[in-house]
T-cell receptor, first 112, second 114 residues
Framework: KNQVEQSPQSLIILEGKNCTLQ??????????LRWYKQDTGRGPVSLTI?????NTKSNGRYTATLDADTKQSSLHITASQLSDSASYIC???????????FGQGTTLQVKP | NAGVTQTPKFQVLKTGQSMTLQCAQD?????MYWYRQDPGMGLRLIYY???????DKGEVPNGYNVSRLNKREFSLRLESAAPSQTSVYFC?????????????FGEGSWLTVV
């Protein structure tokens, strides 16, 4: 069964600190992996999208990595800001169906 | 650009009432989707439309109907609302880029069925 598992479920860090969110997937055949940021009360917004051949992609202070062999991805946030408080959702696409499989998300709270 | 616009933002329904969630996108995307998001669960696909005039069931279609009125609009209808349909609903549209299928979400509709 195609699944996407994220960890931790929630995370609290102090402003200015770095953090890393994890995403493990069992989706096959793999097409691409996306990280979305969802602010409270808003819709998800795309941060990065990576295909099979890409190992790392950055978007400002957000850096996503992908290991297609181990089927793992991480999202690293550098020098966190209060505005980074949100849910971060990992989404994997299956290449044969185009279907998107969503992780449950990691809720990040950045405290001053 | 407005992107994906959905209405209403909030709605309270009584069990058995019907209602329609409206969605429109101004990005000329072919594909549109309706998802629901519940606490502790990932977004689940209710219905999608790959192009104008076509609709297909997603993961959780029971209790819902959809209409792809034209390329811009994709509505979700609850014919007889049930408390289990209390959720946050997201409309989305997508475009195929070189990196893959990129989805753009609306701001969500909070629905409570009492």
């Amino acid at each position: 069964k195609n699944q996407v598992e994220q960890s931790p479920q929630s995370l609290i860090i102090l402003e200015g600190k770095n953090c890393t969110l994890q995403c493990n997937y069992t989706v096959s055949p793999f097409s691409n992996l996306r990280w979305y940021k969802q602010d409270t009360g808003r819709g998800p917004v795309s941060l990065t999208i990576m295909t099979f051949s890409e190992n790392t992609k950055s978007n400002g202070r957000y850096t996503a990595t992908l290991d297609a062999d181990t089927k793992q991805s991480s999202l690293h946030i550098t020098a966190s800001q209060l505005s980074d408080s949100a849910s971060y959702i990992c989404v994997v696409s299956a290449s044969n169906t185009g279907k998107l499989i969503f992780g449950q998300g990691t809720t990040l709270q950045v405290k001053p | 650009n407005a992107g994906v616009t959905q209405t209403p933002k909030f709605q309270v329904l009584k069990t058995g009432q019907s209602m329609t969630l409206q969605c429109a996108q101004d990005m000329n995307h072919n594909s549109m989707y309706w998802y629901r998001q519940d606490p502790g669960m990932g977004l689940r696909l209710i219905y999608y439309s790959a192009s104008e005039g076509t609709t297909d069931k997603g993961e959780v279609p029971n209790g819902y109907n959809v209409s792809r009125l034209n390329k811009r609009e994709f509505s979700l209808r609850l014919e007889s609302a049930a408390p289990s349909q209390t959720s946050v609903y997201f409309c989305a549209s997508s475009v195929v880029l070189r990196s893959g299928n990129t989805i753009y979400f609306g701001e969500g509709s909070w629905l409570t069925v009492v």
